[in-house]
């Protein structure tokens, strides 16, 4: 173990293998619903459940830890029922741990459904119109209640471009906010710092500089993969990865594409989230070692060789492309569940594989390796 960072006398993160600081890194997160091995993906659970998937089967296809979104559920069903059912885990009968974010996102997504100012944020519904008042301190409070492992401050992200001067003002709220957020926080469950600075590689250093001298026990960089070029996401992501505590656990927000997953490994990111895989899954897009495969594609209507022949899952093993394009012309619900259990898989799969390159000491050949198959399909 070359390092690691501690809370309250816990260990909370070792950095297990390192070949270069800066670069790729195994680790090992701990949670009180049991240890992460870095770099792990997160399956987005928004509402409490991976869409398409039972909680036996995100376990089954190696997933260590999911992603809440605290404000969905904080509008439905609502806090007080998850409570009295013994806290999110029992609620949605996962037993491993949980990340919940703070609604921050929902910030960007909503735009036009919202008001921000220096206090917090007020919502509209997007379920029933109803009216919502959102602050740091109510944030912590409502993931502490749902019984997180590790939370999320509310943040002001913006999207891109970002227009002049809010790269600014969105920096300096979203650090007051962490401020607040750290204050309340009564010590369940890992708050992380979240990283903002829009599109500038000085704002994100400041940024990621400031919020690392409020001794956070691990560090989110938000913001990103919001449409600007992916050569500046890169770039951004570098930046502010060298300005955070080498200790501390990076997580790089809504990030789930193959390349940029790989990308952000190289540059020393440990935990990653996005709805893309389950989302496109539920399109008919499988990931694969040679790409994306779009099952709908009629090429695909008497092809009756595994989905990927390379992936060990049970969907390949049994399936047909043939038999999945079937599903989906007919409209049949296995056909998303199929597609879900197989691109979740993969991805587990793919940071398994990382984290073998990286303690090898192989990880850029291997990484140049898939992603040369990888985008050889584009």
Not at 51 to 78: D, S, W
Not at 124 to 130: E, H, L
Request: hydrophobic share 45%; glycine share 10%; charged share 20%.
């Amino acid at each position: 173990m070359r390092g690691g960072a501690a809370s309250g006398g816990v260990m909370v993160f070792e950095v297990l293998h390192e070949p270069r600081p800066g670069g790729p890194r195994t680790g090992r997160l701990h949670t009180a619903h049991g240890p992460v091995e870095t770099p792990a993906f997160m399956p987005v659970g928004t509402n409490g459940t991976v869409k398409a998937l039972t909680p036996e089967e995100v376990a089954e296809v190696g997933a260590q830890m999911i992603l809440a979104n605290a404000f969905h559920l904080y509008l439905r069903p609502g806090v007080p029922v998850i409570e009295r059912a013994g806290g999110l885990h029992a609620f949605m009968g996962w037993q491993g741990p949980i990340l919940t974010d703070s609604g921050g996102y929902q910030v960007f997504s909503l735009a036009r459904m919202r008001r921000v100012d220096d206090d917090g944020v007020t919502f509209q519904s997007p379920i029933d119109g109803s009216t919502h008042r959102f602050t740091p301190e109510l944030v912590v409070e409502i993931q502490q209640r749902l019984g997180a492992d590790v939370l999320m401050p509310l943040d002001h992200l913006l999207g891109y471009p970002a227009p002049p001067g809010e790269d600014r003002a969105a920096l300096e709220r979203t650090l007051r906010w962490a401020e607040r957020s750290r204050a309340r926080h009564a010590g369940a469950g890992l708050l992380f710092g979240i990283v903002q600075g829009a599109f500038s590689p000085t704002l994100r250093v400041e940024a990621a500089r400031r919020l690392a001298a409020l001794d956070f026990p691990g560090y989110a960089i938000g913001g990103l993969s919001v449409g600007e070029p992916a050569g500046l996401m890169y770039e951004l992501l570098e930046a502010t990865v060298a300005a955070l505590p080498a200790g501390r656990p990076r997580y790089l927000m809504g990030v789930g594409s193959v390349p940029a997953l790989l990308e952000g490994i190289a540059r020393g990111v440990d935990l990653f989230d996005c709805a893309l895989p389950t989302r496109v899954a539920r399109t008919g897009v499988l990931f694969t070692a040679s790409g994306r495969l779009n099952l709908r594609n009629a090429a695909f209507r008497t092809d009756l060789a595994p989905p990927d022949p390379e992936c060990p899952c049970r969907v390949c093993a049994r399936t047909t492309r043939a038999y999945l394009r079937h599903l989906f012309a007919a409209d049949e619900m296995l056909g998303p569940r199929l597609a879900t259990y197989h691109n979740v898989f993969f991805l587990q799969r793919l940071v398994q594989q990382a984290r073998a390159a990286i303690a090898a000491g192989t990880y850029p050949s291997w990484q140049a390796a898939v992603l040369a198959r990888y985008r050889s399909a584009w």
